[in-house]
T-cell receptor
Framework: AQSVTQLGSHVSVSEGALVLLRCNYS??????LFWYVQYPNQGLQLLLK??????LVKGINGFEAEFKKSETSFHLTKPSAHMSDAAEYFC???????????FGTGTRLTIIP | NAGVTQTPKFQVLKTGQSMTLQCAQD?????MSWYRQDPGMGLRLIHY???????DQGEVPNGYNVSRSTTEDFPLRLLSAAPSQTSVYFC?????????FGPGTRLTVL
């Protein structure tokens, strides 16, 4: 079984501040972990993914995430928020590679000018 | 490459009507899937297919049918629409490295 918990359905940060979006997972086998971003009225775009290689994963748009097995976490960070980062972010887990993803409920990120 | 395309973009149905949401991909991916997105619930897997002629149920399959006669197409059928099926529907196809999502179909059932 696999599941994902995203803490905080809404997060607000000031422009230039650190972005931290939290994701904890449950998986019976070593997981694949993903972060997706969704801009208003659009589909989902892959930000980054973890596939059991390096524990620190760098993605697009300056985002990165660290896989911590002991904490079953895969939190998403960005050192300095931009207005263009305002979107909804989804964490997802899979025991099947890029297939049969289980998504979290999402975190809406608001950037304060 | 058009990627993953979905039609229609918007649809309004009355309870009990049937319709088919279309999904096509031009990337020659074997794996395709359908998700629904509801506020506060993220995306939930409805059905998926690992290749032409092979489909299986996901987390929320009730009320939906699928078939996969070609690699390119994976339509989702609602046989008798219900208000609980009001949602945004996303089709996706996967390569070894990534799952690609279509732009979505916003369905309202009155």
């Amino acid at each position: 079984a696999q599941s994902v918990t995203q803490l905080g359905s809404h997060v607000s940060v000031s422009e230039g501040a650190l972005v931290l979006l939290r994701c904890n997972y449950s998986s019976s086998v070593p997981p694949y972990l993903f972060w997706y971003v969704q801009y208003p009225n659009q589909g989902l775009q892959l930000l980054l993914k973890y596939t059991s290689a390096a524990t620190l994963v760098k993605g697009i748009n300056g985002f990165e995430a660290e896989f911590k097995k002991s904490e079953t976490s895969f939190h998403l960070t960005k050192p300095s928020a931009h207005m263009s980062d305002a979107a909804e972010y989804f964490c997802a887990v899979s025991n099947f590679g890029n297939e049969k993803l289980t998504f979290g409920t999402g975190t809406r990120l608001t950037i304060i000018p | 490459n058009a990627g993953v395309t979905q039609t229609p973009k918007f649809q309004v149905l009355k309870t009990g009507q049937s319709m088919t949401l279309q999904c096509a991909q031009d990337m020659n991916h074997e794996y395709m899937s359908w998700y629904r997105q509801d506020p506060g619930m993220g995306l939930r897997l409805i059905h998926y297919s690992v290749g032409a002629g092979i489909t299986d149920q996901g987390e929320v399959p009730n009320g939906y049918n699928v078939s996969r006669s070609t690699t390119e197409d994976f339509p989702l059928r609602l046989l008798s629409a219900a208000p609980s099926q009001t949602s945004v529907y996303f089709c996706a196809s996967s390569s070894f490295n990534e799952q690609f999502f279509g732009p979505g179909t916003r369905l309202t059932v009155l």
